[in-house]
Nanobody, 113 residues
Framework: QVQLVESGGGLVQPGGSLSLSCAASRSIDNINLMAWYRQAPGKQRELVARITSSSTSYYVDSVKGRFTISRDNNSVYLLMTSLKPEDTAVYYC?????????WGQGTQVTVSS
């Protein structure tokens, strides 16, 4: 089973940018769906963006035009621009490999002046 480790979170001012990385313990070429989720305090975990093995991507409306998801053979990335305070959350990487779903441990993103 693949293991996932996120990195790149931190504190950024509104309007700033951050780039998150999710490193897998092995090749993810055969994992069709990789995704980023986030969970804000007191809220449910929600999908942010997902990308297939053929690099077809999907974004929730709240991040369209601001976030970009990408992948290579062993990592998934999330470039976040024009960040807003409401983007503050723990961001998680997820791999859907058939019936097996794997989560990373999460990385904190805080958008505040």
């Amino acid at each position: 089973q693949v293991q996932l480790v996120e990195s790149g979170g931190g504190l950024v001012q509104p309007g700033g940018s951050l780039s998150l990385s999710c490193a897998a313990s092995r090749s993810i070429d055969n994992i069709n769906l990789m995704a980023w989720y986030r969970q804000a305090p007191g809220k449910q975990r929600e999908l942010v963006a997902r990308i297939t093995s053929s690099s077809t991507s999907y974004y929730v409306d709240s991040v369209k035009g601001r976030f970009t998801i990408s992948r290579d053979n062993n990592s998934v990335y999330l470039l976040m621009t024009s960040l807003k305070p409401e983007d503050t959350a723990v961001y998680y990487c997820r791999a859907d490999n058939g019936p097996v779903v794997t989560w990373g441990q999460g990385t904190q993103v805080t958008v505040s002046s």
